[in-house]
Nanobody
Framework: QLQLSESGGGLVQPGGSLRLSCAASKSRSYPYTIGWFRQAPGKEREGVSC????????FYVDSVKGRFTISRDNAQNLVYLQMKNLKPEDTAIYYCARGLFGCSNLQPDRFTYWGQGTQVTVSP
């Protein structure tokens, strides 16, 4: 069974950068479509970015366009989320998950095999 694990979160000042990693357990069917989501306290989980398995097309929610970059290293079964110019509103637990239907709809119910999450805190 596929297992995903996030890492790379931490505390950073506004304007700072972090790189999150999503590690996938080895599988003959890798690469997968992988989405990044985040959930802030008291808020619903929202899609942030996605990279498709078919052609590595990248998708971003408007609030992170130009600041976040998703990429993958298939040899290492890793997907990265490079985050720059971080803002306090980016504070959340970040999760990665496998997309069942590609990246056309960044809704949590279209993704599965969720990781445990990694905390990102942006604060002075």
């Amino acid at each position: 069974q596929l297992q995903l694990s996030e890492s790379g979160g931490g505390l950073v000042q506004p304007g700072g950068s972090l790189r999150l990693s999503c590690a996938a357990s080895k599988s003959r069917s890798y690469p997968y479509t992988i989405g990044w989501f985040r959930q802030a306290p008291g808020k619903e989980r929202e899609g942030v970015s996605c990279i498709s398995a078919a052609d590595e097309s990248a998708f971003y929610v408007d609030s992170v366009k130009g600041r976040f970059t998703i990429s993958r290293d298939n040899a290492q079964n890793l997907v990265y989320l490079q985050m720059k110019n971080l803002k306090p509103e980016d504070t959340a637990i970040y999760y990665c998950a496998r997309g069942l239907f590609g990246c056309s709809n960044l809704q949590p119910d279209r993704f599965t095999y969720w990781g445990q999450g990694t905390q990102v805190t942006v604060s002075p």
